[in-house]
């Protein structure tokens, strides 16, 4: 009989053995985790500091005094300050890019989905005090926005090619070229120039349609029903 005791116990101890190190190897790793938090006060600081000074007047020094951190702990993280700079606004802009998926429906026409999101993401992205201010680098604020919005851009795009929605007449790489400095100048003219941003967001969306190959006044119609249906999800 204790010989059977001993032998229940130890299937005990052997069994809370196990579910204690199945626990454990779910926790996030204690040095993986350090790492996004020193990532995200690097992050932190380089936003406040470019929004506060700009960019030529913010040094590598001001971020890791802003952040507490020493220069060695910055380079582990990035290679340069622009590097620091653009991760800062892939991860703000990634936000609205985010937020996009919870309007559209993967059943919704592909041509749909991308007005919608360009008129959405680029409005948001103009809000944002760290936006005038890569605006005075334009190839910087280029990479940002690619960084941010282009795997959502290219995963919506072939799902119209894949059901013949979008027949775009030109290489993805130009495609993605052109897709960048257009955003980048609509971005900087719409800083500078006092315009009807509604409309003119509205007028690109329906420009990057007829790229794709949706004819004129079929991508007029959609990029206005996109219009639509954010100022209804606004209100």
């Known amino acids: 009989m204790p010989a059977l005791t001993g032998i229940d116990v130890g299937n005990n101890i052997l069994g809370d053995t196990k579910e204690m190190i199945e626990i454990e190897s779910t926790k996030p790793n204690r040095m993986a985790r350090r790492r996004q938090e020193t990532r995200a006060k690097l992050l932190a600081a380089t936003h406040e500091l470019i929004v506060e000074k700009g960019i030529d007047k913010t040094t590598m020094s001001d971020i890791t005094e802003a952040a507490d951190l020493g220069r060695r702990t910055f380079y582990y993280h990035f290679t340069s300050k622009d590097e620091c700079i653009s991760a800062t606004a ?36 103009l809000r944002e005090p760290i936006t005038k201010r890569l605006a005075e680098r334009p190839r910087l604020l280029g990479e940002a926005l690619m960084g941010a ?4 851009v290219h995963r919506d795009l072939q799902a119209g090619i894949d059901i013949g929605r979008f027949t775009p007449p030109v290489r993805p790489n130009v495609l993605d070229s052109m897709m960048m400095w257009s955003l980048v100048g609509l ?45 209804k999800l606004r209100n």
């Not at 079929?218 to 206005?224: G, Q, R, T, V």
């Open 187 to 231: 971005i900087i003219e719409a800083i500078e120039v006092q315009t009807d941003l509604t409309a003119v967001l509205q007028e690109y969306a329906q420009m990057f349609l007829m790229i794709l190959g949706i004819e004129n006044s079929e991508a007029k119609l959609i990029s206005m029903q996109a219009l639509e249906n954010l100022n």
């Open 149 to 152: 919005i282009g795997q959502f």
């Open 90 to 125: 892939v991860e703000i802009y990634q936000r609205h890019a985010l937020a996009v998926l919870g309007m559209v429906s993967p059943s919704d026409d592909p041509a749909l989905v991308m007005a919608t999101a360009t008129q959405s993401v680029l409005s948001s992205m």
